[in-house]
Nanobody
């Protein structure tokens, strides 16, 4: 079982990035997916989550209206489109899978990817 996150990079404030997370070794459509992030010297925090079908999503207040989580079950991939990026969005972003309903709780997730760095310059 593996989650491979990609798409991070360096972007100026106000810019956009799209993160991808490719799942392998699991029945992707059985898993709710989430994105979390960890900034330097801070605890990892919830960003977004999506149900198994993709029909329902939830976001942290800090990213609501700017970030969009989506998934393509045919491609075993979940995405995080990030618009209007701010320096405070700088963090390592992790995708996670949960065999069940979506959750904003980190401890609810069973499988974690390795993380991809997002750096937003001012």
């Amino acid at each position: 079982v593996q989650l491979q996150a990609s798409g991070g990079g360096l972007v100026q404030a106000g810019g956009s990035l799209r993160l991808s997370c490719l799942a392998s070794g699991l029945t992707f459509s059985n898993y709710a997916m989430g994105w979390f992030r960890q900034a330097p010297a801070k605890e990892r925090e919830f960003v977004a989550t999506i149900t198994r079908s993709g029909g329902s999503t939830d976001y942290a207040d800090s990213v609501k209206g700017r970030f969009t989580i989506s998934r393509d079950n045919a491609k075993n991939t979940v995405y995080l489109k990030m618009n209007s990026l701010k320096p405070e969005d700088t963090a390592v972003y992790y995708c996670a899978a949960r065999n069940g309903v979506r959750s904003i709780r980190e401890v609810a997730y069973d499988v974690w990817g390795q993380g991809t760095q997002v750096t937003v310059s001012s």
